[in-house]
């Protein structure tokens, strides 16, 4: 049980909540063209940027615990970061010491899948994102891990490659599977029977997550496990010719099963087989994961379930302890924000629609299920409509802000956490006009809890936990925009390497910080700027605020 925080002797609490705003996918974007929040109609966001207090906080790289400066930030780094109050290495870099240093191979859990492979002369399969995004996977990991079992005399692999689009460019498929395909086939050279099975857009098939829309992973399971899907002679093929049949990008083509003859699928799941789930993050990792391991499963009819030894690459919840076996453990994330308030005596309300839920509750807390105290902390989600981003670019931004109003002004809690989804969901299909309207409506939202904070005497901090929607169109090392084959600016749908916002909005300041916040950190440092803005001193080992007390 942790200690309870420290009064802080230099600061009074306001008298309304300290309301936390994580607009998702929000940075200064570092060329105007593409720029979409630069370009949309915020005049509340910038009317608050303007008069301040504001800074700039680092949202990617090593200020998120990824392994360079040269990786993007995520959501789910993002958010551990901010509701941890410091920089715990994560998935990314992980894996690779875990691969770099022969750990993974040497672990109890790879030996049991190579052991169950060459005992019953089955197959090994990989399931995940063909990409080297390092955001949900990386390509490198993946291929070292065929080598490592070619090493061991794995007769038969099969590969199910889940096609990114959305932490790359969005047409580089065949960037990734080309060059793949060649990477297998010397091992075929030696006589290994090494392949691709089967595939599909990653927003299509198998990586839902918070159970917005189970269908994706029953389309999953239907392709990788049984091979029930449009047949095609190799994944090359498949992609050309769905993605001219459906102007589809990546992310969104449909399902394909590879057959040799049309009739029979080259690599379903078996029993005695290993399967080995090699996204490292957890959000999109869940759902296949349950349908593979839960006896009791009721989202979808499995039909052949097959028996076999399954694997994550990380622990992706350590409170449910699943999956079962993992290859590399995630990162001991310990004190977090949300605990040491709740040793406090902090109300707290945490509240995203579906698809960022688990970004302000799970990942905030330290990937941790569930709650440090039921009286002192409310969760609040509100169901996400099932339908392509761009067509609903102002996602539930209304109905969060109206019980966020409504939680501010009933004095029930003495802090918020929020999180705006738009910017980054909106901004991954690379649809700019949808961009421009989702942060509009983010900006109307920012406008009434301003006017609720006004009302109750609160602190309004407004900060996200990476970029996007600052950085859509590609550019070339000098600058220039990218242009497609249309001659039109190519779309770019990952996440940007910009800072990130930090807006202080505190109506009832008595001048206790100064107006020039701190420059240089990081969004670990939202955490004790929380925790002084409500009258305490921040922990031993967090990193610092973002305040300058006078």
């Known amino acids: 049980m942790l200690e309870p925080l420290k009064k802080n002797p230099r600061f009074t609490p306001r008298r309304g909540p300290v309301v936390l705003t994580i607009l998702d996918g929000v940075g200064f974007g570092k060329y105007a063209d593409g720029d979409a929040v630069r370009q949309a109609s915020m005049p509340e966001f910038n009317e608050l940027l303007k008069h301040g207090p504001a800074t700039q906080l680092k949202a990617h790289g090593t200020a998120v615990g990824m392994p360079s400066d040269a990786d993007m930030g995520n959501s789910e780094v993002g958010h551990n970061a901010i509701g941890c109050g410091r920089v715990f290495a994560q998935g990314a870099k992980l894996v690779e010491e875990a691969i770099s240093s022969g750990k993974l191979f040497e672990g109890e859990t790879w030996r049991k899948l190579i052991a169950n492979v060459l005992e019953h002369r089955s197959t090994l399969h990989f399931i995940g994102l063909l990409s080297d995004g390092n955001v949900h996977s990386n390509l490198s990991h993946l291929k070292a891990m065929i080598a490592a079992a070619d090493r061991a005399g794995v007769e038969k692999i099969r590969v199910h490659a889940l096609l990114d689009g959305r932490d790359v460019p969005e047409t580089s498929a065949l960037d990734y599977v080309d060059p793949f395909e060649q990477f297998l086939a010397g091992f075929n050279a030696n006589g290994r029977d090494y392949r691709i099975a089967s595939g599909g857009g990653r927003m299509v098939i198998t990586m839902d997550r918070y ?152 990942f905030f807390n330290g990937n941790r299920s569930g709650k440090f105290c039921e009286k002192l902390e409310d969760y609040v989600e509100i169901p996400s409509d099932i339908v392509p981003f761009e067509q609903r670019p102002w996602m539930k931004s209304a109905e969060i802000t109206d019980q966020v109003v409504e939680a501010i002004r009933s004095g029930k809690y003495d802090t918020i956490r929020i999180n705006y989804a738009n910017g980054d969901m909106v901004g991954h299909t690379g649809n700019f006009q949808a961009v421009l309207c989702a942060l509009g409506a983010v900006d109307l939202a920012l406008a009434r809890l301003r006017k609720a904070i006004d009302e109750t005497g609160g602190v309004l901090i407004i900060s996200a936990d990476h970029g996007n929607a600052d950085d859509m169109f590609e550019h070339n090392k000098k600058g220039e925009t990218v242009l497609d084959e249309n001659g039109l600016p190519a779309r770019k749908t990952s996440h940007s390497l910009n800072p990130v916002p930090c807006i202080i909005y505190d109506p009832e300041s008595r001048g206790e910080y100064s107006d020039q916040l701190k420059t240089g950190l990081g969004i670990s440092s939202l955490a004790a700027t929380v925790i002084e803005l409500l009258g305490y001193l921040p922990p031993e080992g967090y990193d610092p605020s973002v305040l300058n007390f006078r």
């Open 211 to 362: 159970n917005a829309n189970w269908e994706m992973v029953r389309n999953g399971w239907e392709v990788h496990v049984h091979g029930n899907g449009e047949f095609f002679p190799n994944a090359h093929q498949a992609i050309e010719q769905l993605r001219e049949r459906t102007g589809a990008i990546d992310q969104d083509l449909p399902a394909f099963v590879i057959s040799d003859d049309g009739k029979t699928p080259v690599g379903p799941i078996l029993d005695h087989d290993s399967v080995i789930y090699f996204n490292f993050r957890g959000d999109r990792a869940l759902e296949i994961t349950a349908a593979f391991e839960e006896e009791s499963f009721d989202r979808f009819d499995r039909g052949r379930r097959p028996q076999v030894l399954y694997a994550g690459m990380m622990e992706y919840d350590g409170d449910l302890h699943t999956p079962k076996l993992y290859l590399v453990n995630p990162p001991e994330i310990d004190r977090t924000l949300g605990e040491y308030l709740c040793a406090t005596g902090v109300r707290q309300l945490a509240i995203s629609e579906t698809q960022k839920f688990g970004h302000v509750t799970y």
